[in-house]
């Protein structure tokens, strides 16, 4: 099993590499285009600032490699707002992997105070995917964001936070996408690296 994470300009992805170590895959960080378009599976991680983010994937070819992947793909948290079609955050055009979701960010409702970004624990609601076998609704997981999908057809997981449910994971062929982070989500969230890992893909 060949599991590649792309290597570009966003943090965190150290604490990825080592959520696929304890699973007992040895994970590939790379940005060669040859290498992630062989790999069995791919992590699009991290956690960075959207139109700077962007404008790397662009200049070095990576948003072209990442879309045109055919094996299982997983976006964790500006991976899964990058998979969307545009961002509030730079008022940026994304990858458009996911082609009618709009990335948005969270605000307060009148009278109300919301604090932004949001960091820490939430629940899963809604889950439906083998991404979440053995996993229950309820379940926590580690969030730390200021953007959001908002609910649609392709959420596999809902989250609420200051009123607003929106997707918390997302799936569309073999594409697959986490605003949350596993590799910060203890048992669960390993569980949830696991899964992906072994997921059957036709």
Known sequence: MKV??????AGNIRSVLNAIRRTGVEPL???DPAELASADRVIFPGQGE???????LRATGLG???RSLTCPVLGICIGQQLLCAHSEEGD??????FPELRVRRFRAAEGQRLKVPQIGWNTL?????PLFDGLHAGDFVYFVHSYYVPDC???IARTTYGGVTYAS????GNFYATQFHPEKSGAVGERIISNFIRLCHD
């Open 4 to 9: 590649a994470v792309v290597k570009y300009n």
């Open 29 to 31: 960080l790379t940005d």
């Open 50 to 56: 959207a139109s700077n983010t962007m404008a790397h």
């Open 64 to 66: 072209e490699v990442i």
């Open 92 to 97: 940026t055009p994304c990858l458009g992997v």
């Open 125 to 129: 609601e809604d889950i439906s995917s």
């Open 153 to 155: 057809a392709e959420a």
């Open 169 to 172: 994971a997302l799936h569309s």
